[in-house]
């Protein structure tokens, strides 16, 4: 069984830095896919940024691009979201997650595990 655990997350001013962290179990870590999404109060949950199994191939969403930095460390079994230049907008609930395919993926609907999630808060 897959397990995905969150950590990172906190209360932050705008421009700050922050970097999350998701360590996962259960299965051969460098298989996979992983991913980071996002849901603010009211809002749908939104594609961050994604990586391959090798970290070779990243995927990003449009509104982190060039801030946000996704990377993974197979030996740890831990993937990393480097989040630079906050802005307030950026305050949500972040979400680690898996795919069962190699490749990185936008579509939340293939990913097959998650986490519980982490607030990251952003004041202006």
């Known amino acids: 069984q897959v397990q995905l655990v969150e950590s990172g997350g906190g209360l932050v001013q705008a421009g700050d830095s922050l970097r999350l962290s998701c360590a996962a179990s259960?299965?051969?870590?460098?298989?996979?896919?992983m991913g980071w999404f996002r849901q603010a109060p009211g809002k749908e949950r939104e594609f961050v940024a994604g990586i391959s199994g090798s970290g070779s191939g990243t995927y990003y969403g449009d509104s982190v691009t060039g801030r946000f930095t996704i990377s993974r460390d197979n030996a740890k079994n831990t993937v990393y979201l480097q989040m630079n230049s906050l802005k307030p907008e950026d305050t949500a609930v972040y979400y680690c997650?898996?795919?069962?395919?190699?490749?990185?993926?936008?579509?939340?609907?293939?990913?097959?595990?998650w986490g519980q999630g982490t607030q990251v808060t952003v004041s202006s």
């Open positions: 259960g299965r051969i870590f460098s298989a996979y896919g």
């Open positions: 997650a898996q795919t069962l395919q190699f490749g990185p993926r936008r579509n939340q609907n293939e990913y097959d595990y």
